[in-house]
């Protein structure tokens, strides 16, 4: 199974979203097999979100075995090293993947 829009916990650090939180790989398969790093974008709570903007992604919950509501953050795009993985969730419905796709496209005005 490709590791691509898998979602997993991700340790963040300095001026990013703070704490251990949930994350979605957005970098392309090849990248994630072979370089020491993955482009992620993070999920924080729905209720931290007061309005979804063109680049969220809102995630319901229980898919992915989430808890609560999410939001997929794609402004925060960024790349972590894969020692600051964590244990893999669930799994993205596709529609959800094509959401975030559309939203990352959104964001890097691709």
Not at 12 to 17: F, L, N, R
Not at 19 to 30: E, K, L, N, W
Not at 63 to 85: C, G, I, P
Request: glycine share 4%.
């Amino acid at each position: 199974m490709s590791d691509r829009r898998r979602p997993l916990y991700a340790k963040i650090e300095g001026s990013e979203q703070a704490g251990t939180r949930p994350a979605v790989i957005v970098s392309r398969d090849a990248i994630s097999r072979y370089s020491p790093v993955v482009v992620i974008c993070p999920l924080t709570s729905a209720s931290n979100v007061p309005r979804l903007y063109p680049s969220d992604v809102l995630v319901r919950a229980p898919e992915d075995d989430l808890k609560n509501d999410s939001v997929v953050l794609t402004l925060q795009v960024r790349a972590v090293a894969k020692t600051r993985l964590g244990e893999w969730l669930g799994k993205l419905e596709p529609a959800t993947v094509q959401a975030v796709a559309q939203a990352m496209r959104i964001t890097l005005d691709i």
